[in-house]
């Protein structure tokens, strides 16, 4: 079992920036690409960015140019640094880490508040 760890979230203003961790302990090995994704109420979940072991990323278009995922693979610690804030940035972020095990599996962390005022 892996376990995430998220920290850095809170109240910013718009414009503003904030910088998301999460650690990642326990059975880590075979994670390979971690995330973060983002819930509103009464929507679905979405996925923000997400990064490789080898530190390939992907972003969401919403999130292109303000938002930079990175990782520290010694460390087991995966960053966002979140730029240019909007107001509709709002939302819980959690971190996701998937293991390349079979079959899959995937972890999720407790969500951190991020509230971006206008």
């Known amino acids: 079992q892996a376990r995430l760890v998220e920290s850095g979230g809170g109240l910013v203003q718009a414009g503003g920036s904030l910088r998301l961790s999460c650690a990642a302990s326990g059975s880590i090995l075979s994670i390979n690409t971690m995330a973060w994704y983002r819930q509103t109420p009464g929507k679905q979940r979405e996925l923000v960015a997400s990064?490789?072991?080898?530190?390939?990323?992907n972003y969401a278009d919403f999130v292109k140019g303000r938002f930079t995922i990175s990782r520290d693979n010694g460390k087991n610690i995966v960053y966002m640094e979140m730029n240019s804030l909007k107001p509709e940035d709002t939302a819980v972020y959690y971190c996701?880490?998937?293991?390349?095990?079979?079959?899959?599996?995937?972890?999720w962390g407790q969500g951190t508040q991020v509230t971006v005022s206008s």
């Open positions: 996701n880490a998937v293991a390349e095990t079979q079959p899959k599996r995937i972890y």
């Open positions: 990064i490789t072991r080898g530190g390939s990323t």
